[in-house]
């Protein structure tokens, strides 16, 4: 199964914007340095039925390095223009923008990887081993606080609530 860019990002968007997802998903990033593109990926494979394995998230992983350390300096100043005195909301917002095109950026890579590899598909939605390999990857299985958060965002999947 082929993964379409702007398909994903539709996805991401109805993902993220789910209650408490943005917050859950920030958390985990900057808490436990989980990608957030990486955790909807692992979203979409549940929904969808896709199995990546440790190897797979790895190499997806490695896929995205260099977008990684773009989107992690630009957050850093992005972030600093929010506290800067006076705040200067078009310069801010500005950078948001500039911050949405390097995600985007980002999940490109990211599809680009997924369709080379050779993902299993099971015709069952919901749990499957791409959560394991998962938290193998961001070493997750000894942070009680990141579980709790990752299984968070899995519940939202089942939500109805927007």
Not at 76 to 100: C, I, T, V
Request: charged share 20%; net charge negative; proline share 2%.
């Amino acid at each position: 199964m082929n993964l379409n860019t702007d398909t994903f990002w539709q996805y991401s968007l109805d993902v993220y914007g789910r209650d408490n997802v943005a917050a859950t998903a920030i958390a985990l990033q900057d808490d436990f340095g989980v990608n957030v593109n990486m955790l909807l990926l692992l979203c979409w494979c549940m929904d969808n039925g896709g199995i990546v394995t440790l190897n797979q998230w790895q190499v997806l992983h490695a896929a995205i390095a260099e977008t990684e350390s773009l989107l992690v300096a630009h957050r850093e100043k992005r972030r600093a223009a929010r506290q800067a005195s006076p705040f200067n909301e078009k310069a801010y917002d500005a950078l948001k923008r500039e911050e949405l095109d390097l995600e985007m950026q980002q999940q490109e890579a990211l599809t680009t990887m997924y369709n080379r590899l050779s993902v299993e598909y099971v015709p069952v939605q919901g749990v499957n081993g791409s959560i394991a390999s998962f938290v193998n990857l961001f070493k997750l299985r000894e942070q009680p606080q990141a579980v709790k958060y990752l299984t968070s965002v899995i519940q939202s999947l089942h939500s109805t609530a927007k």
